[in-house]
C-alpha cells in the first residue's frame, strides 16, 4: 500500500471550506503535477497526489497560499504566512511558476475583460468552446489543449492584453519571462556574467533549431541548401521534381508534424516554374497552386505548434509568359477548403502576409533563363547560401542580410540582359530581430 503524507481528514477539511472559485484555482495550479487526471474534482486530485507522494504538508501550504486562504493555513495546517513564503523563497515548492502567473492574472481580470478575451481569441480558435461565463483559467486550459499557449508561449495572450489595455498585466508576463529566459551571452564575452535579456529577439536555442523544407521542382539547388541549412542547424526535409497534388500533400504533411511544438522557428524553400502569384511544380499544363494558400499551411490557425514563431519563405519563381500557360482544372486540397481558383487574376499584393511572425521572400525571373542554362542554379539562392556560410554574415540580423542579398542581386542585374534580370520582394510581420543561429 502507497504510503500517504496528509491526513485524509485534512484534505476533508480544505475541500469543504473551498469555494467553487477556489477549487477551480487550485485544480489550475496542480494540472502539471497529474496530468492524467485533468478532469477530477478538487478531493479525486488530492487523494491521488498523495497516494503518488506527490502531495505534502508543504505543498499543501502552499496551495492554500497560492488562493489566498491565509486563515485555513493557520486553522487547519497550524502554520504562518511567513512561514510559507520563507519556504517559497527557498524554492520549496511544487507549483510551477507559470501556473502561479496565470492565477495572479485571473484574479485581476473583470468578467467582462474576460469575455473581451473569448472574443478576441475567435480569431485563433474558432472551434474552441464560447461560453459566455468561461473563466480564465478555463481559457487557459483549452488555448493549452490547442497548443497556443504554454509556459514559454505567451505572445497570443500578450496580444490579447494589449486590444483590451491591461499593460499591466503585459509587464507581468515580461517580469515572467524575465526570469524564466536562461542568461544570453555571447561566448566572447569576459568578466561578469551578464543578465541582460534580449526581449526584442525571437528565441532561437532549440536543437533542431526548426524543421527546413525544401520543395526543388527544378532540381539545381537542393544540395547547396541543404548543407547551408543543415550546418545552420535545421532538420532538412529535401523534395525534388514534386507534382502540384504531391507538393500539396507534403505541405499538409509537414505543417502537422508535432516536432513544431519543439523547434523555435519553420523554414521552408520553394524553387519551381510559375507565374507571379503561384506556381506550377513539375505539371506541364499549368493550373497554378497558388502562394498565398503554402503560406497558410504554416499560420497559427492551421499549425497551432508555430504560433509565436519566426515562419521564413524563400521562393525562387520562373516566370512562365502569359501566352504559354495553359489552363486546366482546378486543384482541390483535402478538408474543408474551398476550391483554389488557381487562373484567377490575382493582384500582386494578395500573396502579401498579412499575420504575425511572417518573413517571405521572392524572387522572380523569366523561365528563359533556364531555357538558357537548364543546370544554372538561381544567383538568388546562390548568394543567400553564401551569406548564411559566412561566419562574419550569418551573424547578422535576418533583416540584414536580406540587405545584403538585395544588393548581390542588384548588382548582377546591372551587367546583365535585361531578360535574365532577377526581382526581388521582400514582406515581413516579424515583431522582433531574428538571427538565424543559437541565441
Known amino acids: 500500500m502507497t504510503r500517504c503524507q496528509v491526513p485524509a481528514v485534512l484534505i476533508h477539511q480544505i475541500e469543504q471550506e473551498l469555494d467553487k472559485e477556489e477549487e477551480e484555482m487550485m485544480i489550475f495550479l496542480c494540472r502539471d503535477l497529474a496530468p492524467d487526471l485533468a478532469t477530477a474534482d478538487l478531493r479525486e486530485l488530492l487523494v491521488a497526489l498523495n497516494e503518488r507522494e506527490k502531495l505534502s504538508f508543504l505543498g499543501l501550504s502552499e496551495l492554500l497560499y497560492r488562493v489566498k486562504r491565509f486563515d485555513l493555513l493557520r486553522r487547519i495546517l497550524k502554520t504562518e504566512k511567513a512561514t510559507v513564503e520563507a519556504n517559497l523563497a527557498r524554492s520549496l515548492r511544487i507549483v510551477p511558476d507559470y501556473r502561479v502567473l496565470m492565477v495572479e492574472i485571473n484574479e485581476n481580470l473583470e468578467k467582462e475583460e474576460v469575455s473581451s478575451l473569448v472574443f478576441l481569441l475567435r480569431d485563433y480558435a474558432p472551434r474552441m468552446k464560447m461560453a459566455k461565463d468561461k473563466s480564465f483559467l478555463a481559457l487557459m486550459i483549452d488555448l493549452e489543449k490547442l497548443n497556443l499557449v504554454a509556459p514559454n508561449q505567451l505572445d497570443l495572450i500578450e496580444n490579447c492584453f494589449q486590444n483590451i489595455h491591461r499593460i499591466d498585466l503585459i509587464r507581468k508576463i515580461q517580469k515572467y519571462k524575465h526570469e524564466a529566459e536562461p542568461v544570453h551571452m555571447s561566448i566572447q564575452e569576459s568578466g561578469p556574467v551578464s543578465h541582460k535579456v534580449f526581449d526584442d529577439q525571437y528565441r532561437m536555442q532549440s536543437q533542431p533549431l526548426g524543421i527546413c523544407l525544401i520543395i526543388d521542382c527544378i532540381g539545381n539547388d537542393t544540395d547547396v541548401l541543404e548543407e547551408t541549412f543543415r550546418g545552420l542547424g535545421y532538420d532538412v526535409h529535401c523534395h525534388r521534381y514534386l507534382n502540384m497534388n504531391t507538393m500539396n500533400q507534403t505541405l499538409l504533411e509537414v505543417a502537422r508534424l508535432q516536432k513544431h511544438r519543439n523547434c523555435d522557428s519553420f523554414i521552408c524553400i520553394l524553387v519551381s516554374r510559375g507565374s ?14 497558388p502562394l498565398e494558400r503554402i503560406k497558410k499551411y504554416f499560420t497559427a490557425d492551421s499549425c497551432p505548434e ?3 514563431k519566426p515562419k521564413l519563405f524563400f521562393i525562387q519563381s520562373y516566370i512562365v509568359p502569359e501566352n504559354e500557360q495553359e489552363y486546366t482544372s482546378l486543384l482541390e486540397v483535402d478538408g474543408n477548403d474551398e476550391k483554389i481558383i488557381a487562373n484567377a487574376k490575382i493582384p500582386w499584393k494578395v500573396t502579401i502576409p498579412q499575420v504575425a ?25 546562390r548568394c543567400l547560401a553564401e551569406l548564411l556560410r559566412n561566419p562574419h554574415k550569418r551573424k547578422l540580423s535576418i533583416l ?22 532577377y526581382s526581388l520582394l521582400l514582406q515581413h510581420t516579424l515583431r522582433k530581430k531574428l538571427f538565424l543561429s543559437r541565441t
Open 276 to 289: 507571379p502569384q503561384s506556381i506550377f511544380c513539375t505539371d506541364h499544363t499549368f493550373s497554378g497552386f
Open 306 to 308: 508555430l504560433l509565436g
Open 357 to 381: 511572425d511572417i518573413f517571405w521572400s521572392q524572387c522572380k525571373v523569366d523561365v528563359s533563363t533556364l531555357e538558357k542554362s537548364p543546370s544554372s542554379s538561381s544567383y538568388y539562392l
Open 400 to 421: 540584414d542580410i536580406h540587405t545584403e542579398l538585395n544588393r548581390k542581386v542588384y548588382e548582377w542585374n546591372k551587367t546583365t540582359d535585361p531578360s535574365q534580370q
